[in-house]
């Protein structure tokens, strides 16, 4: 019996049971090494790409289109050269403004909002609360002409204001995540509050905010990083005035203007793409607390 | 409580006054960037409007729909994206996660490393997938080395919407960590209790792992749809990119490259909108993505709705 368990492909296998036996013993450590050759493997596949491009932004571009995977020669002058060519400072510095400014507007506006729906007892508090899930699934395009004549109206298309003004009222993704942690908060805290005398404003300043610090940090960099890797705002109301691109905008036209250097390109591409991961390094932990936060769990 | 209780009626609606007081910055974004724009949407359709001027012109826009060609290419392009790229995103996304749970060393790493590339910003990661599937580049230069002649990716209208899954399924992140959270709630003690009964692994799968994920499951495609019929930049990038052309208001680049096999619904609705401005026709476009997107949506209320009533209700 033992030998039928053994030949089993590692993949069909149970979760190692303590047998004790020498085929038990056998079969676990060929799970064990199964599944982490499949991780090796598949690790490969997710760095790859990265790492491709890595190489390629490091070749000359007579051999970035040969297909070679590895430079004959390091030219580092590349990076420079991108930034010579471009306006990448320039797209830098929106992409930043828009970030930003989105995020600390959206934080403002929808903390309080967030607050008052796991919070606050009235009619209808169900009833927003699904009118936010509606909104934060509602595909941009589908209100993007009414919306852009909003802002024709305002002369304010052509700029970034477009994106960044409405975060003022309220962020449907950012409420929702909010509400989803704050409704975890114990009510006692609140109450506790209040009979000491604490207004309700108090009390989400000195008592929710500290207790809710992982989520808010969560809303934060998933806001920041929404808006740093944005695609379609930026190209429905600033494509049109090239002093306002993002790095998205830019990005996307750079290789039409720059013809088949692919090596440029790509080491363009690994310039936009390295704040977010260096990012990603540092707030591991908020990142993924956050995203667990958008299941469906109450 | 008794005390609460007594008090409730006239605390309620100061709560309900307070409430709307509070929550007014959103109520206003709500009327604002929701309802008013979909009723403009809904009175723009029946009219010609080029930005300059208005003109009703009844069901013309919508008649035009049944003989626009292309309206009807996107659609079935983005019905193609919601039958195989959500659930290979949707299966994958769930794959790995089971397997970072078999995992005993290196878990926190690996998890990592599986998490990384949904981070890359979308641009960014469709120019690098452009080159690095491009007809020399060196994906295809691994798949000649076993010998398989390996597609033109991007510039063959039968590989570009299997390139842009390889694309989805790369930055599989989120999904991951959804599912990684769900299966790592379900009861130790039901594996083990099924293990003495001498269930198989797959078996296992499919009586304890899958009814104990299966909310999870649900709201990972749904959203997964939703996000497929919003589907845009980077169908927009792989063909801009591939066929080597900017896009500029006014210019003549029609997305979709190559043959149309790119072109989404939500980005024939912009090139409609914002390139060719006839705003009224794009308009028709979108009322036809809202009412796609908002039955998945309503799914997605369902199911909210059965979870507030324990947890966000009034309690």
Same mark, same amino acid.
């Given at each position: 019996?033992?030998?039928?368990?053994?030949?089993?492909?590692?993949?069909?296998?149970?979760?190692?049971?303590?047998?004790?036996?020498?085929?038990?013993?056998?079969?676990?450590?060929?799970?064990?090494?199964?599944?982490?050759?499949?991780?090796?493997?598949?690790?490969?596949?997710?760095?790859?790409?990265?790492?491709?491009?890595?190489?390629?932004?490091?070749?000359?571009?007579?051999?970035?289109?040969?297909?070679?995977?590895?430079?004959?020669?390091?030219?580092?002058?590349?990076?420079?050269?991108?930034?010579?060519?471009?306006?990448?400072?320039?797209?830098?510095?929106?992409?930043?403004?828009?970030?930003?400014?989105?995020?600390?507007?959206?934080?403002?506006?929808?903390?309080?909002?967030?607050?008052?729906?796991?919070?606050?007892?009235?009619?209808?508090?169900?009833?927003?609360?699904?009118?936010?899930?509606?909104?934060?699934?509602?595909?941009?395009?589908?209100?993007?002409?009414?919306?852009?004549?909003?802002?024709?109206?305002?002369?304010?298309?052509?700029?970034?204001?477009?994106?960044?003004?409405?975060?003022?009222?309220?962020?449907?993704?950012?409420?929702?995540?909010?509400?989803?942690?704050?409704?975890?908060?114990?009510?006692?805290?609140?109450?506790?509050?209040?009979?000491?005398?604490?207004?309700?404003?108090?009390?989400?300043?000195?008592?929710?905010?500290?207790?809710?610090?992982?989520?808010?940090?969560?809303?934060?960099?998933?806001?920041?990083?929404?808006?740093?890797?944005?695609?379609?705002?930026?190209?429905?109301?600033?494509?049109?005035?090239?002093?306002?691109?993002?790095?998205?905008?830019?990005?996307?036209?750079?290789?039409?203007?720059?013809?088949?250097?692919?090596?440029?390109?790509?080491?363009?591409?690994?310039?936009?793409?390295?704040?977010?991961?260096?990012?990603?390094?540092?707030?591991?932990?908020?990142?993924?607390?956050?995203?667990?936060?958008?299941?469906?769990?109450? | 409580?008794?005390?609460?209780?007594?008090?409730?009626?006239?605390?309620?609606?100061?709560?309900?006054?307070?409430?709307?007081?509070?929550?007014?910055?959103?109520?206003?974004?709500?009327?604002?960037?929701?309802?008013?724009?979909?009723?403009?949407?809904?009175?723009?359709?029946?009219?010609?409007?080029?930005?300059?001027?208005?003109?009703?012109?009844?069901?013309?826009?919508?008649?035009?729909?049944?003989?626009?060609?292309?309206?009807?290419?996107?659609?079935?392009?983005?019905?193609?994206?919601?039958?195989?790229?959500?659930?290979?995103?949707?299966?994958?996304?769930?794959?790995?996660?089971?397997?970072?749970?078999?995992?005993?060393?290196?878990?926190?790493?690996?998890?990592?490393?599986?998490?990384?590339?949904?981070?890359?910003?979308?641009?960014?990661?469709?120019?690098?997938?452009?080159?690095?599937?491009?007809?020399?580049?060196?994906?295809?230069?691994?798949?000649?080395?076993?010998?398989?002649?390996?597609?033109?990716?991007?510039?063959?209208?039968?590989?570009?919407?299997?390139?842009?899954?390889?694309?989805?399924?790369?930055?599989?992140?989120?999904?991951?960590?959804?599912?990684?959270?769900?299966?790592?709630?379900?009861?130790?003690? +039901?594996?083990? @209790?099924?293990? !003495?009964?001498?269930?198989?692994?797959? #078996? %296992? /799968? &499919?009586?304890? $792992?899958?009814?104990?994920?299966?909310?999870?499951?649900?709201?990972?495609?749904?959203?997964?749809?939703?996000?497929?019929?919003?589907?845009?930049?980077?169908?927009?990038?792989?063909?801009?990119?591939?066929?080597?052309?900017?896009?500029?208001?006014?210019?003549?680049?029609?997305?979709?490259?190559?043959?149309?096999?790119?072109?989404?619904?939500?980005?024939?609705?912009?090139?409609?909108?914002?390139?060719?401005?006839?705003?009224?026709?794009?308009?028709?476009?979108?009322?036809? +993505?809202?009412? @796609?997107?908002? !039955?998945?949506?309503?799914?997605?209320? #369902? %199911? /909210? &709705?059965?979870? $507030?009533?324990?947890?966000?209700?009034?309690?």
């Amino acid at each position: 019996m033992t030998t039928t368990l053994a030949t089993r492909p590692p993949a069909a296998a149970a979760p190692a049971r303590r047998t004790g036996t020498r085929g038990g013993r056998v079969r676990r450590t060929l799970y064990w090494i199964a599944t982490h050759a499949l991780a090796v493997a598949l690790s490969l596949m997710f760095i790859g790409p990265l790492v491709f491009v890595a190489l390629t932004a490091l070749m000359t571009d007579d051999q970035a289109l040969t297909g070679e995977l590895w430079p004959d020669s390091w030219n580092w002058g590349n990076f420079a050269e991108v930034f010579a060519r471009s306006h990448l400072l320039g797209w830098l510095g929106n992409t930043f403004m828009y970030a930003g400014l989105g995020t600390l507007f959206m934080l403002l506006s929808s903390v309080p909002v967030a607050y008052a729906m796991a919070r606050f007892r009235f009619r209808g508090r169900k009833l927003a609360f699904l009118a936010v899930i509606t909104m934060m699934m509602l595909p941009p395009q589908v209100i993007a002409v009414p919306v852009y004549l909003i802002w024709a109206r305002f002369e304010l298309t052509g700029t970034l204001w477009p994106l960044i003004l409405p975060m003022l009222l309220g962020d449907a993704f950012s409420i929702f995540l909010l509400r989803q942690f704050l409704i975890t908060i114990p009510r006692e805290y609140t109450e506790a509050a209040r009979v000491d005398g604490c207004s309700d404003f108090w009390t989400l300043i000195r008592v929710i905010l500290p207790m809710a610090r992982p989520a808010i940090a969560a809303v934060a960099l998933f806001q920041f990083f929404y808006c740093w890797n944005d695609y379609y705002g930026p190209l429905l109301y600033a494509q049109i005035n090239e002093e306002n691109w993002t790095l998205s905008l830019g990005l996307a036209s750079f290789r039409a203007l720059h013809s088949v250097q692919w090596n440029l390109t790509m080491a363009a591409t690994l310039l936009v793409m390295a704040p977010v991961i260096i990012v990603f390094f540092f707030a591991q932990r908020v990142f993924i607390e956050g995203v667990t936060l958008t299941g469906v769990k109450g | 409580m008794s005390v609460t209780h007594a008090a409730a009626p006239p605390r309620a609606r100061r709560e309900g006054r307070k409430a709307l007081l509070w929550m007014s910055p959103w109520l206003i974004g709500f009327a604002v960037f929701f309802v008013y724009p979909l009723v403009a949407t809904a009175y723009f359709s029946f009219h010609r409007y080029d930005l300059f001027t208005l003109e009703f012109t009844g069901l013309d826009n919508y008649r035009y729909f049944f003989h626009d060609d292309r309206a009807w290419i996107s659609i079935k392009n983005t019905l193609w994206l919601v039958v195989f790229m959500v659930p290979a995103q949707v299966l994958f996304g769930l794959a790995v996660a089971q397997l970072l749970t078999r995992l005993k060393a290196g878990a926190g790493f690996f998890r990592t490393v599986f998490y990384l590339p949904s981070l890359v910003p979308l641009v960014a990661g469709t120019v690098s997938f452009v080159f690095l599937m491009n007809p020399s580049g060196p994906l295809n230069q691994i798949i000649e080395f076993f010998g398989i002649a390996a597609p033109d990716w991007f510039g063959d209208k039968d590989w570009a919407k299997p390139g842009l899954t390889l694309l989805a399924m790369w930055g599989i992140g989120n999904t991951m960590m959804i599912f990684l959270a769900a299966l790592l709630d379900v009861p130790k003690h +039901l594996y083990e @209790a099924a293990a !003495i009964d001498g269930a198989s692994g797959w #078996r %296992q /799968f &499919r009586s304890i $792992t899958l009814p104990m994920i299966s909310p999870v499951l649900m709201f990972s495609t749904v959203t997964g749809v939703i996000y497929a019929l919003q589907y845009f930049t980077q169908a927009m990038i792989a063909s801009r990119v591939a066929a080597g052309v900017t896009d500029s208001p006014g210019s003549s680049f029609v997305p979709g490259y190559p043959e149309m096999s790119t072109l989404t619904l939500p980005q024939w609705l912009f090139h409609a909108g914002f390139r060719d401005f006839s705003m009224g026709y794009a308009c028709v476009l979108a009322l036809l +993505l809202f009412a @796609a997107s908002m !039955i998945f949506t309503l799914v997605l209320l #369902r %199911q /909210f &709705r059965a979870f $507030t009533d324990d947890e966000g209700g009034n309690r």
